[in-house]
């Protein structure tokens, strides 16, 4: 009788990752989905929030995926343990503050963790990574330090590239047809979107490089101006958070502004105004700004200058604006800041 070989395959919601394991299901491999929650992804909170994203697939594309497929998905929170790799990535930093190569490391380690390899639940590990894909974590000298440093060594099999690299235990083994499997590379997604095609999948993910939040370059100017402000690397779930939200404008060193954009951002911020100092117009329509950092009197009069000029009081020669803190409510008149008065600087992220 021929066994029937067990995979972990890491489901990130994209497209790499859905034609990964499907190329291993196609060749009789019974495949378990595994897919990690470290806060810092896009979907499923701001697409969730922003009325220009209302028409956004309001899904998880991990369990999207794991549905297109047929197979079980094991959704695994590791934030806690997640934060010592975005403050202390052993390999360095990519083009932001993203830790890619540690954060594939970390992954697939858990993975083998997960799958106890030797003689356990699972033979290998499949990953939808792809050389040259990902200029930090992506490249073929990389892959082996990802085998090597996770533990994974030669269980790990990249079915999307694994003709550019030396056979793994299922190759050889016969568990899997090297034959069938692909010799991808670059950045180019095309030939991921023919296989999908003639797989029959429509309708997914947009491959437009992932979802984490730390490869852009605007939050990551946000998560270092909060560091540098604070005095210290160091992040909670609530901060990870209000970084993807609103405008965040910082008029001086100890205190930084939150602006909502538009009514589903203020109704995400009214959760956070009992733990902030917030402002809010009285007279005229305007967003909800709650004020971040130690703001003196002068500070907040110069926070409500701003609110008014994010209203719509912003051509009026005043604007009432209301000032709450922990226990007291305050109501001053201001005029509205011009443009010219808002340096570029203050809007951190740009």
């Keep these: 009788m021929t066994t029937t070989r067990r995979a972990a395959a ?3 919601g994209g497209l790499d990752s859905l034609l990964a394991a499907k190329i291993v299901i196609d060749q ?3 495949v378990v989905g595994v897919n990690f929650y470290t806060g810092f992804c896009v979907e499923g909170h701001t697409h969730a929030i922003r009325a220009k994203d209302k028409k956004k697939a309001k899904r998880n594309n991990a369990l999207w995926v794991a549905e297109q497929l047929g197979i079980p998905l094991e959704i695994i929170d590791i934030s ?3 934060k010592d790799i975005v403050l202390n990535p052993k390999h360095g930093y990519g083009a932001n503050l993203n830790p890619c190569l540690d954060c594939k490391i970390f992954m697939v380690n858990q993975t083998v963790a997960l799958s106890v390899l030797e003689g356990g639940d699972f033979d290998f590990i499949v990953t939808g990574e792809v050389i040259g894909q990902r200029p930090k974590s992506q490249r073929k000298e990389t892959m082996p330090i990802i085998a090597r440093e996770s533990g994974a060594d030669d269980r790990l099999l990249r079915p999307l590239s694994a003709k550019l690299l030396e056979p793994t235990l299922a190759e050889r083994e016969g568990w899997v047809d090297r034959d069938a499997l692909f010799g991808f590379h670059g950045r180019n997604r095309k030939p991921q979107m023919e296989l999908a095609a003639r797989f029959g999948f429509s309708d997914y993910a947009q491959p437009a490089g992932g979802c984490c939040f730390l490869t852009d370059e605007r939050y990551s100017a946000k998560l270092a101006d909060l560091w540098a402000a604070r005095g210290v690397r160091d992040y909670e779930m609530d901060d990870i958070l209000l970084l ?8 001086a060193e ?3 502004l939150i602006i909502g954009r538009e009514e589903g951002e203020n109704r995400f911020l009214e959760g956070y105004r009992k733990q902030f100092v917030h402002l809010r117009t009285v007279d005229v329509q305007g967003p909800l700004a709650l004020v971040d950092g130690s703001a003196t009197r ?3 009069e110069l926070a409500a200058r701003l609110l008014a000029r994010y209203s719509q009081g912003r051509e009026h020669d ?3 604006v209301s000032i709450q803190t922990d226990a007291t409510l305050d109501t001053i008149s201001v005029t509205p800041l011009a443009p010219t008065e808002i340096p570029p600087a203050w809007h951190v992220g740009g």
């Design 28 to 30: 009789g491999v019974e």
């Design 298 to 300: 002068s500070d907040l």
């Design 10 to 12: 890491l489901i990130s």
């Design 254 to 256: 100890h205190f930084k």
């Design 80 to 82: 806690t343990d997640y």
């Design 318 to 320: 005043k604007v009432t």
């Design 244 to 251: 993807k939200v609103g405008r965040h404008i910082r008029p």
